[in-house]
Structure formats: structure tokens, C-alpha cells
């Protein structure tokens, strides 16, 4: 049994009066990939922002290997571990692909730099021809590449995806499909927020299904393709 790399637990979150996450409780194992899965609005960005320190929190705990990071500023959140990578993408526009990836760079925990411009040049061969054009003039999914370059550059012990595959088109869903896939393969902690069951199915472990604020099914991803009640009421499938 892999240990517990990121415990997310009771967590109260709230945008001005209203409140958006309710009592919200996750686990992910080491080299786990963990589907946070609803529909749009039902809380999974929120879970990440909190999770990522971009967002406040008002009750809870999230503990990173072990150590408390709720509260603490993202920046710091950010070198602790955690690399995040937001559903609206946050590219510099005005800076090369580069340059974008170069000013990501920093050593993980315990000095861990395994994550080279090369390596993710290698990984994300999509990028190589580009790496001269500015962030601005990319497609969406070329953006959706460089900010997962960008965050690998970080050398995070957990990779936070929200919404990869939201806007893109088919070929390039299959594309990144195929680089989580990739990442998982290597050994890589990932939780991804999604509203495509059927994108996950091929790339979770576990999956968390989230509805107006509340985790409403922790599972196998297989028994929650098996459960139709469950995807029927919570899930567009």
C-alpha cells in the first residue's frame, strides 16, 4: 500500500456569504491518479484553488507529505510541492514557450530535478518547434501543453490538473489524454478535475465525484462506471 502524499480533510470553503465546499475530504496515494469528477459548478476548481492555496479557506486541512500547507501563501504551497496547472491556462502571453518554461524552473523536495527543458521538450514534443513563438500566438491546446510543461518544470510531488480537456478539440483531448497517461506511467501523483467520465476512465485509479460542494461517491474508477445511480444523478454521461 503506497502512503498518503496530499489528505485533504473538512474542508469549508466560501466565496463572500456563500458557501461552495462543504465538509470536502479527499486522499491521494503516491503515483495515484485521482478523478475529482461533476458537473460544471459542482465545486472541482474550487477543491483545487483551495488545495493550491489560490483561494482561501475557512475550515479544514490539507497536509502535503505529511505537512500542514493550508493557510500558507501559494507561492509557498507551490515550492512545498504542489504544482497546479488552472483550468484558464495563465500563460505569459507576451513571453516565448521558452521563456515560459524557463521561468518556471526549481528544484522539488529534497533537491529533485528531474524535470529538465529538455525532458519536457521530450515529453511534449509538440513544444520543441515552438519554443520561439510567444505564449499568445498558440492554440489552446498548445497553451494546455505549455502549462503542464510549466508546471513539470517545477519538479512537484503532486500535479493538480483542472479541466485539461475542456475546449479542446478531439485530437488534441486524445493528445493530452495520452501525455497524463504518460506522466502516470512514470510513477507521477496526479488529481484531475473533469467533467468527462469517459476521458478518465483510461487514466484514474480512484475517482471523487463532487456535487454542490459535496463529495458524494469515493471509489474505484471502475465502481463508479458501474454505478449507474451515481452517473445518472451527478455525472453528464
Same mark, same amino acid.
Given at each position: 500500500m503506497h502512503e498518503e502524499v496530499l489528505q485533504v480533510q473538512?474542508?469549508? #470553503?466560501?466565496? !463572500?456569504?456563500s458557501q461552495v465546499l462543504f465538509n470536502m475530504s479527499l486522499s491521494v496515494r503516491k503515483g495515484e491518479t485521482l478523478a475529482l469528477l461533476g458537473r460544471n459548478g459542482a465545486g472541482k476548481s474550487t477543491t483545487m484553488k483551495a488545495i493550491a492555496g489560490v483561494i482561501p479557506a475557512r475550515k479544514g486541512e490539507v497536509r502535503l507529505a505529511g505537512q500542514p500547507i493550508l493557510?500558507?501563501?501559494? *507561492?509557498?504551497? +507551490?515550492?512545498?510541492?504542489i504544482g497546479f496547472v488552472? =483550468?484558464?491556462r495563465q500563460i505569459?502571453?507576451?513571453?516565448? #514557450?521558452?521563456?515560459?518554461?524557463e521561468i518556471a524552473i526549481k528544484r522539488g523536495q529534497d533537491g529533485a530535478d528531474a524535470w529538465s527543458i529538455?525532458? @519536457?521538450?521530450?515529453?511534449?514534443?509538440?513544444? +520543441?518547434?515552438l519554443k520561439n513563438r510567444?505564449?499568445?500566438q498558440l492554440s489552446g491546446g498548445e497553451q494546455q501543453m505549455l502549462t503542464v510543461g510549466r508546471a513539470l518544470m517545477g519538479n512537484p510531488n503532486v500535479l493538480l490538473l483542472d479541466? $485539461? &480537456?475542456?475546449?479542446?478539440? $478531439?485530437?488534441?483531448?486524445?493528445?493530452? !489524454?495520452?501525455? /497524463?497517461?504518460?506522466?502516470?506511467?512514470? !510513477?507521477?501523483?496526479? @488529481?484531475?478535475?473533469?467533467?468527462?467520465? *469517459?476521458?478518465?476512465?483510461?487514466?484514474?485509479?480512484?475517482?471523487? #465525484? /463532487?456535487?454542490?460542494?459535496?463529495d458524494v461517491f469515493v471509489?474505484?474508477?471502475?465502481?463508479?462506471?458501474?454505478? =449507474?445511480?451515481?452517473?445518472?444523478?451527478?455525472? &453528464? @454521461?
Open positions: 473538512g474542508l469549508d #470553503v466560501f466565496y !463572500g456569504t493557510g500558507k501563501a501559494s *507561492h509557498l504551497i +507551490a515550492r512545498a510541492g488552472p =483550468e484558464d505569459f502571453s507576451d513571453l516565448t #514557450v521558452e521563456d515560459n518554461l529538455e525532458r @519536457v521538450y521530450d515529453m511534449l514534443p509538440l513544444l +520543441a518547434p510567444l505564449g499568445g479541466e $485539461p &480537456s475542456e475546449g479542446l478539440a $478531439p485530437i488534441m483531448v486524445q493528445k493530452i !489524454g495520452d501525455l /497524463i497517461d504518460a506522466l502516470r506511467k512514470m !510513477g507521477t501523483t496526479i @488529481v484531475l478535475a473533469e467533467q468527462n467520465l *469517459h476521458f478518465c476512465l483510461g487514466l484514474a485509479d480512484r475517482a471523487v #465525484v /463532487i456535487d454542490k460542494g459535496v471509489g474505484t474508477i471502475r465502481e463508479l462506471n458501474a454505478n =449507474e445511480g451515481i452517473k445518472q444523478r451527478y455525472l &453528464s @454521461v
